[in-house]
Structure formats: C-alpha cells, structure tokens
C-alpha cells in the first residue's frame, strides 16, 4: 500500500476544512450542499488536500447549526489517493472548520 494512504489510515488526524477563495462556515455549507469538500490534513508534509465526494447517507449533519456556526458534521466519502481507492472520515467543528479525520481503504 502507498506509504501515505497507510499512515493516514492509522489512527486520527488532524483535518480543516479547505476552502478558497474565504474559509467560511457559509462557504463550507455551500461546498457540503454541493456534495463535494475539500479537506486538508495539516499533520503532513506541506499538508495533504483531499477533494471528497459526500456519501450523503453515511456523512451525518444532524449536530449541525451553519446559521450559528455551532456543532460538528461527521462527513464521509471517497476518493481516490495515489491509485488507491480510500474513505475519507472527518469530523469538522463548525465554529472553527477543523477536527479529525482518516482513512480507510477500500477493498475492490
């Protein structure tokens, strides 16, 4: 398995939210509405941005307040990373875009 993949499936991360071209709780709405987010984990070299496309009904955003920015979202989707097909999980806090987040990769 590709050196990166293995050692971002190995525990949890921290993530942010990736937003250009204003990090905004708006913005990140926006970006979750759309079903694709961008997520950066800042523990790598020059920090790895992930583009993710939501699974909608695995991601949760039930805890979440966009108009309060208050809360968290658990957001689940897939990607591929250097020809590895991954889950990316992430659990983002509204109030400052970042938390955890991993992933796992998937069996073909």
């Known amino acids: 398995m590709n050196e990166l993949v293995q050692r ?9 939210a990736s937003l250009r071209p204003e ?22 070299q020059g920090g790895t941005e992930l583009g993710v496309r939501l699974d909608r009904e695995a991601s949760d955003l ?3 307040d966009f108009d309060d920015h208050a809360g968290n979202v658990r957001l689940v989707g897939g990607l591929t990373l ?3 097909k991954v889950r990316c999980i992430a659990e983002i806090d509204l109030k400052t875009l970042t938390g955890t987040g991993r992933l796992e990769p ?3």
């Open 8 to 16: 971002l499936s190995e525990g949890v991360h921290p993530v942010e």
């Open 23 to 44: 990090k905004t709780v708006k913005a990140f709405k926006e970006s979750v509405d759309r079903g694709y987010v961008h997520i950066k984990f800042t523990n790598t």
């Open 62 to 64: 039930s805890k979440a």
């Open 82 to 84: 250097n020809y590895v």
């Open 106 to 108: 998937v069996e073909e």
